[in-house]
Each structure stands twice: as C-alpha cells, then as structure tokens.
Nanobody, 124 residues
Framework: QLVESGGGSVQAGGSLRLSCAVS?????????MGWFRQAPGKEREGVAT???????TYLDNVKGRFTISRDNGEDILYLQMNLLKPDDTAIYYC???????????????????WGQGTQVTVSS
C-alpha cells in the first residue's frame, strides 16, 4: 500500500513537500521508486525517480527545483518541490517497482505499485 500526503494549494514561487508511505512490500529499500504527475487532459508523466542505490533522474523542467529522496528505514519516499509554477499543477502519484532495477526508466510501465494520488495546485 502506498499513501501520499502533502499536496495542497500554493502560489507560484512557493514550496510543498510530498510524502509517500509504503507498506506491505518486502525489500522496499532495493526497489526503484518514483513520482509521476497527471494534469487534466494530459498523459501521466514521470517527474523524478530514485533507485535503491540512490541514483536519481528528473524531468528536465523540474531540475533544480524538485528533489526526490527516500528514507529506507521508514519506507518513505519524498518529493521536495520549490519554486513551484502553475504548470506544476497536477495530481501527483508515487510508484514503486516490482523489483530492484538499476537506472530505472522513468515511464509508468516501469512501476507496478501506485498510490492514490495527491492534488497539487499552483496559482499565479
């Protein structure tokens, strides 16, 4: 089970920190984890991923603004979002892979387990 929290409404330039608590999976620390988002009328897109060895990847237009991290002791995934823009408005989903993957591809098909999503709204 993956449960996201931390979404909300902020003005442009503001910050939010998303959290995703993972339970019911074994060997979570070795699995790849990621954040995806989906805006109305658009396809789900990858925002950031982190492998079990802490290798990270980011969507180009969030680089320098968003930071993905994980607490393997507590099985929690985070996404720190700074300098938010109206284009960041979307439902954000956390995801976990079915196994350990090196340099995971940031596509929805690479991930098996998904949270229910949390809304992020950025106003101008």
């Amino acid at each position: 089970q993956l449960v996201e929290s931390g979404g909300g409404s902020v003005q442009a330039g503001g910050s939010l920190r998303l959290s995703c608590a993972v339970s019911g999976l074994s060997y979570t620390s070795s699995r790849s984890m990621g954040w995806f988002r989906q805006a109305p009328g658009k396809e789900r897109e990858g925002v950031a991923t982190i492998d079990g060895d802490y290798t990270t990847t980011y969507l180009d237009n969030v680089k320098g603004r968003f930071t993905i991290s994980r607490d393997n002791g507590e099985d929690i995934l985070y996404l720190q979002m700074n300098l938010l823009k109206p284009d960041d408005t979307a439902i954000y989903y956390c995801a976990v892979s079915s196994r350990a993957i090196s340099r995971v591809t940031m596509t929805p098909s690479s991930f098996t387990y998904w949270g229910q999503g949390t809304q992020v709204t950025v106003s101008s």
